[in-house]
């Protein structure tokens, strides 16, 4: 993936200021959630903008987390390689998120939906605007399938499986989403609006699985 997206331009149409994102879960007890799949994505993310990653920067910077309660982790890589990390205190998630289709539609075939990087006004845009009662608003793309929420990849429970959209339909490959399809947990399928009437979870690493209900 990297070498073809670097010659294919993507570096040099990065706009000025971009930054690879991973948001991870920290607790006490077990440090940095995911840690392993986080900085293997981010390393992929690095390899598709031509960027070297600064040897063991990330990882001091996670080594030297402290707190006394869960927080929310922000570590960043800009294109010249320097690494950032923020920490938040981690809120209680609700039991249940309500949802809605946003307006807007992604384009499947753009290259900064396989990347979780600063380039996401029309995510930022759409969470600092969701309506009164709405915890997150689920995108579709061009074609009118399902792909992912502002935050979120989505879910649907079909028996004993989960599906959840392909890459293909224009999500990112987010860390719990693979985590999932790693374990046999969840398998990739196209979905459209109507699957989302019943079994509607939404995920990310930092909140694991949140069941929904579409409004």
Excluded at 101 to 123: H, M
């Amino acid at each position: 993936m990297g070498g073809s997206a670097v010659q294919g331009g993507l570096r040099e149409r990065a706009p000025a200021g971009l930054r690879l994102i991973e948001t991870l879960r920290w607790e006490p007890a077990t440090g940095a959630a995911r840690r392993a799949r986080h900085l293997a994505r981010l390393d992929a993310g690095c390899a598709a903008l031509g960027i070297a990653r600064l040897p063991g920067e990330a990882e001091a910077l996670l080594d030297a987390v402290t707190g006394p309660a869960a927080l929310r982790l922000r570590l960043t890589v800009g294109l010249d390689g320097r690494a950032e990390l923020t920490q938040a205190p981690l809120p209680a998630a609700k039991p249940l998120w309500r949802v809605a289709i946003a307006p807007a539609r992604v384009d499947s075939a753009s290259p900064w939906l396989r990347l979780k990087t600063t380039e996401r006004a029309l995510y930022d845009t759409a969470r600092a605007a969701l309506p009164e009662g709405v915890d997150e608003l689920i995108f579709l793309n061009e074609r009118g399938e399902l792909a992912e929420g502002t935050i979120t990849n989505l879910f649907v429970a079909r028996g004993e499986v989960l599906l959840t959209p392909p890459l293909a339909a224009g999500c990112l490959p987010g860390v719990l989403r693979a985590e999932l399809l790693a374990e046999g947990r969840a398998r990739e399928a196209t979905l459209r609006p109507d699957d989302l009437s019943e079994g509607l979870f939404l995920g990310n690493a930092l909140r694991g699985l949140i069941p929904a209900t579409l409004l």
